[in-house]
């Protein structure tokens, strides 16, 4: 199955900075990888994904690069704001339908004002 | 837009009782997951159901753990005796035929 490793644990950073969390991943069969945003007691919800096809994909202050060959994709957040405070976890898959994904251990993101 | 929703959002239960926590999915969807998440810890799958039938489990999904779907809109976990180690935030999540799958608000479960 798919090991999945995140880092950094825990990321404390000032406000207006940027944050990076990195992800790498075992199965060169993951063709998707997106990442998830978790509030505490919220549900996970889908932030941004990127295919195998592409190599970046930004949508305003968030933007996920891939490298497959070295099997990691990070996550990167410019001008960081209080409410990008969350837990930050990637879930790299194949793609097929009847995967379940496999979650990294989570990113503990903290904006410091 | 479209959410799943989860009932109960709360459910407290006494050792080896049975719980159902129910799922109505996004109503153009095709597969249907489980996941749970122990407090502080990652999102882990349970299983995953397309078709009317259990496409993939995990090692946690045990002879303890059912689904069903036993109408064209809701989507249920069983646990048929519960345990400590069974509390956990219980996510349901579901998916078109796309690769991006939606969760819904989850529900808590404490087992007593």
């Known amino acids: 199955g798919e090991n999945v490793e995140q880092h950094p644990s825990t990321l404390s950073v000032q406000e207006g900075d940027s944050a990076v969390i990195k992800c790498t991943y075992s199965?060169?069969?993951?063709?998707?990888f997106p990442w998830y945003k978790q509030e505490l007691g919220k549900r996970p919800q889908l932030i941004i994904d990127?295919?195998?096809?592409?190599g970046e994909k930004k949508d305003q202050r968030i933007a996920v690069t891939l490298n497959k060959t070295a099997k990691h994709f990070s996550l990167h957040i410019t001008e960081t704001q209080p409410e990008d405070s969350a837990v930050y976890f990637c879930?790299?898959?194949?793609?097929?339908?009847?995967?379940?994904?496999?979650f990294g251990k989570g990113t503990h993101l903290i904006i410091q004002p | 837009e479209p959410e799943v929703t989860q009932t109960p959002s709360h459910q407290v239960t006494q050792m080896g009782q049975e719980v159902i926590l129910r799922c109505v999915p996004i109503s153009n969807h095709l597969y249907f997951y489980w996941y749970r998440q122990i407090l502080g810890q990652k999102v882990e799958f349970l299983v995953s159901?397309?078709?009317?039938?259990?496409?993939?489990k995990s090692e946690i999904f045990d002879d303890q753990f059912s689904v069903e779907r036993p109408d064209g809109s809701n989507f249920t976990l069983k646990i048929r005796s519960t345990k400590l180690e069974d509390s956990a935030m219980y996510f349901c999540?579901?998916?078109?035929?796309?690769?991006?799958?939606?969760f819904g608000p989850g529900t808590r479960l404490t087992v007593l």
């Open positions: 199965d060169s069969a993951s063709n998707y």
């Open positions: 879930a790299p898959n194949s793609g097929g339908g009847a995967d379940g994904l496999t």
């Open positions: 159901f397309y078709n009317n039938e259990i496409s993939e």
């Open positions: 999540a579901s998916m078109a035929d796309t690769d991006t799958q939606y």
């Open positions: 990127i295919r195998s096809n592409v």
